[in-house]
């Protein structure tokens, strides 16, 4: 975890981290369960926390990324790591990047074959696209060659997750609860 995450993350129950949840989702209930029937504030739609949770839903659903390019956000995802990680550790995360740089690079040109030539190669594009690739790095870019597949996974989840939070992508990735060659 990353400094301020990390402290966060220690007092929750294990099993809850993962969002992200809609803000409104119930209260409604949760309203009616505390005030067991009766109308305070006029309501459940019309109680203060209700409406502040309202305003902040509709301001986040409305936000644009934080444009970042990709080896901005990638240098300051290391420099953060390096602040609250072991060295050996950190030497993995700069190879990760590294590779995942790489990837972005080779199959996001795929990706985006309709860009006119010349254009900028996809890491000096905006970190809005990091997430997109993440399959394509674990199963074509990775192959089990270079990282073992579960560190790549850890890895992958934790850059892109890290990206989400800061703003630097709306794109959230999520891990399937899945064993490789099972069916859910």
Not at 80 to 90: E, S, T
Not at 122 to 149: H, Q, R, Y
């Amino acid at each position: 975890m990353l400094k301020g995450e990390s402290d966060l993350d220690r007092l929750l129950p294990e099993g809850v981290l993962g969002g992200p949840t809609d803000p409104m989702l119930g209260f409604e209930a949760a309203y009616d369960e505390v005030y067991k029937g009766k109308k305070r504030y006029g309501g459940a739609t019309l109680h203060p926390l209700y409406l502040a949770l309202l305003k902040r839903a509709r301001w986040a659903a409305a936000r644009e990324p934080v444009s970042k390019k990709c080896d901005e956000a990638f240098a300051e995802y290391l420099a953060c790591l390096a602040d609250v990680v072991v060295p050996d550790y950190y030497k993995g995360a700069v190879k990760f990047v590294l590779l995942y740089r790489e990837c972005l690079n080779e199959y996001g040109k795929r990706l985006e074959s309709l860009k006119p030539p010349g254009e900028l190669a996809i890491a000096e594009d905006s970190s809005e696209k990091v997430p997109e690739i993440s399959n394509e790095f674990l199963g074509v870019c990775m192959d089990g060659k270079t990282m073992a597949p579960e560190e790549a996974i850890q890895r992958t989840h934790h850059l892109c997750v890290w990206l989400f939070v800061r703003g630097y992508t709306l794109s959230k990735v999520t891990l399937s609860q899945t064993k490789p060659g099972e069916m859910k």
